[in-house]
């Protein structure tokens, strides 16, 4: 029996298959930044888009959540922050962007409809969000740069 043909019985026997071979380096990387957005793929895919020219070079730690930084201007955003601190202290990033967006189904009835009634809402929760990211880190004694930006359908605007 060859030794592929004894890994491969092995396998069948744990219920597993190796189905792609690749190598990735395990060497340290630098992550410009942690990104938190919404799963819905419109928004997404333009936010990472706009992203991807606005940060340093290198691969972010994205976050990709229904409702982007909906959980972390929640009331109970431990579970999020907990998360972001991860990259801090794993990765060391110290610049985070929260996104929200426009008609957003994570926030559902909760989202206006109007363009500017949406706009308002979505200030208050990053601006919420912000809140809750710079305290928990303040609570620590870090003081990482937090960018809010509110994703609309024809644009974002920076919150500050
Ligand atoms: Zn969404």
Redesign the pocket.
């Known amino acids: 029996m060859t030794e592929t043909h004894e890994k491969q019985e092995e396998e069948k026997e744990m219920g597993i298959k190796k189905i792609a071979e690749w190598t990735i380096s395990k060497e340290h990387v630098t992550v410009p930044q942690a990104e938190v957005i919404?799963?819905?793929p419109r928004?997404?895919y333009k936010t990472e888009e706009f992203l991807a020219t606005s940060r340093a070079p290198g691969v972010p730690d994205t976050n990709i959540y229904?409702?982007?930084a909906?959980e972390l201007a929640s009331n109970d955003p431990k579970h999020a922050l907990d998360k972001l601190a991860i990259s801090y202290d794993k990765h060391g990033v110290r610049r985070f962007v929260l996104t929200?967006?426009e008609?957003?189904?994570?926030?559902g009835e909760r989202m206006p409809y109007s363009y500017d009634k949406a706009l308002e809402f979505m200030t208050e929760e990053l601006r919420r969000a912000r809140l809750a990211l710079e305290g928990y880190f303040s609570g620590r004694g870090e003081r990482p740069v937090v960018l809010t930006y509110a994703v609309m359908f024809d644009g974002v605007y920076e919150v500050s």
Do not use: A, K, S
């Not at 008609?103 to 926030?107: A, I, L, N, S």
């Open positions: 919404c799963i819905e928004p997404r229904p409702g982007g909906m929200v967006h008609d957003c189904g994570g926030y």
